[in-house]
């Protein structure tokens, strides 16, 4: 399976910028990069997806490598609602997404 | 637009008994995942459909789980006999399809054996 590696834990500061980094490093070609976060007891929700090119929605940006081994999720000004664990997945052409343990944010005040 | 709909939310039997999840998925999603959520862990894919065809059920351990998607939209998920491992909360998922697009999550079963 399609293989990431992400920090375990990361804190943040209130309203400032948060980078989450992800390895990929046995990433093929035509893999996508998705990331999604889970709050406490609710299921995953999407974040954001990209396959070479940066992308930026209203959650957050993704930063892709130009190697595509490595790919950063930012939230531009964390929120204490953006406390979740965030994981980030490949998805291949043969649609596998296997999930990781993620990173969990903690967001202080 | 709705969301990915699961019943019940909650759930308690005893070892050896049965029970079934039922996922009702996004409008118009081919796709449709179920996943299994130990506590403290990532979700991990029991089984995925496209349509009403089997893509991956590698991980479902069919000598007790089963899973069928009628008429590619609801789907079951059935446990028969549950162990006390298979305490965890049961997320379904759909996709518009298997590559490239992003799945939409329902809140989950949560399942406790005693």
């Known amino acids: 399976d399609a293989k990431t590696t992400q920090p375990n834990s990361m804190e943040s500061n209130e309203e400032e910028p948060v980078h989450l980094p992800c390895n990929h490093s046995?990433?093929?070609?035509?893999?996508?990069i998705h990331w999604y976060r889970q709050l406490p007891s609710q299921g995953p929700e999407y974040v954001i997806h990209?396959?070479?090119s940066n992308v930026n929605n209203r959650m957050a940006s993704l930063a892709i490598a130009e190697d595509r081994k490595s790919s950063t999720l930012i939230l531009h000004r964390a929120t204490l609602r953006d406390a979740a664990v965030y994981y980030c997945?490949?998805?291949?052409?043969?649609?596998?997404?296997?999930f990781g343990d993620g990173t969990t944010l903690t967001v202080k005040p | 637009e709705a969301g990915v709909a699961q019943s019940p939310r909650y759930k308690i039997i005893e070892k050896r008994q049965s029970v079934a999840f039922w996922c009702n998925p996004i409008?118009?999603?081919?796709?449709l995942y179920w996943y299994q959520q130990i506590l403290g862990q990532g979700p991990k894919l029991l089984i995925q459909?496209?349509?009403?065809?089997?893509?991956?059920d590698s991980q479902l351990p069919k000598d007790r789980f089963s899973a069928e998607r009628l008429k590619g939209v609801d789907s079951t998920l059935k446990i028969q006999p549950a162990k006390l491992e298979d305490s965890a909360v049961y997320l379904c998922?759909?996709?518009?399809?298997?590559?490239?697009?992003?799945?939409?999550f329902g809140p989950g079963t949560r399942l406790t054996v005693t």
């Open positions: 998922a759909s996709s518009l399809g298997i590559f490239g697009y992003e799945q939409y």
């Open positions: 046995t990433i093929s070609g035509t893999d996508y």
């Open positions: 990209g396959l070479t």
């Open positions: 997945i490949l998805n291949t052409n043969a649609g596998k997404s296997t």
């Open positions: 409008s118009g999603h081919a796709t």
């Open positions: 459909f496209q349509n009403n065809g089997v893509v991956d």
